[in-house]
């Protein structure tokens, strides 16, 4: 959305760009097998009309849904013995995977900000399980070596040209594809993926093609800003 100057006019705007885009947005939804989803989009653009009413409509939404457990509600965890875990951070996702499909559920959790993660007061906790594996590198299409800005929940990754010119806190990871993971520890199969990597996760499902064929369950953070 293009900057506006003062209330009245970015009211104008919106209500202008809501009857332009009516015919697409309604498109969209048409695509939408679920209620509950198309009642999920046409609240997100219904409270377009400022950030608080925005971020007060998908926080009453959340509270109030039966969806407490996000994305976790639509897994059938009776079937899922192994997770690769795209982005550990702190650890709270990999521990509510533990026990929501068991304790016996091996993960192999990736998080390139291991630093961050040894912070965590459930450090302690992950890495003395024998079946949790937390590995000290990033998922992308080809084994390599990024560049990302340690933000906390704001981390992403960055070009080299981006890196040189934002003087921010800049680190580097290792990076491997999914693929080649999982010929390098032959799994006989991955029956969970979850990806929450700051913007790596298209290059990364470009890294899981053949994974892809034979795992049903795949969960994908989509909301990250691309450098």
Not at 16 to 40: A, I, M, P
């Amino acid at each position: 959305i293009e900057p506006v100057e003062n209330s009245l006019q970015q009211d104008w705007y919106l209500e202008k760009h809501r009857n332009k885009w009516s015919c697409e947005l309604l498109k969209v939804e048409s695509l939408l097998v679920e209620e509950e989803d198309r009642c999920l989009y046409r609240l997100l653009w219904g409270n377009t009309d400022s950030a608080d009413s925005y971020t007060h409509a998908i926080c009453s939404y959340y509270f109030n849904s039966s969806l407490k457990g996000q994305y976790r509600d639509f897994v059938r965890y009776s079937e899922v013995k192994t997770i690769l875990e795209g982005g550990v951070f702190l650890g709270n996702n990999t521990l509510q995977f533990l026990q929501d499909a068991g304790e016996d559920t091996i993960i192999y959790g990736f998080e390139p900000n291991y630093t961050n993660f040894e912070t965590s007061e459930d450090f302690d906790t992950l890495v003395l399980k024998k079946n949790v594996e937390i590995i000290k590198r990033g998922l992308w299409h080809k084994s390599d070596c990024l560049y990302f800005i340690d933000a906390g929940y704001g981390t992403r990754v960055v070009s080299a040209r981006s890196m040189q010119m934002s003087g921010k806190n800049i680190l580097t990871s290792d990076v491997i594809p999914i693929d080649q993971f999982v010929e390098e520890r032959k799994l006989q199969s991955v029956d969970l993926i979850k990806m929450d990597i700051e913007g790596a996760e298209y290059e990364a499902l470009d890294g899981a093609k053949q994974m892809l064929q034979f795992t049903d369950r795949v969960v994908i953070a989509a909301y990250h800003i691309r450098d």
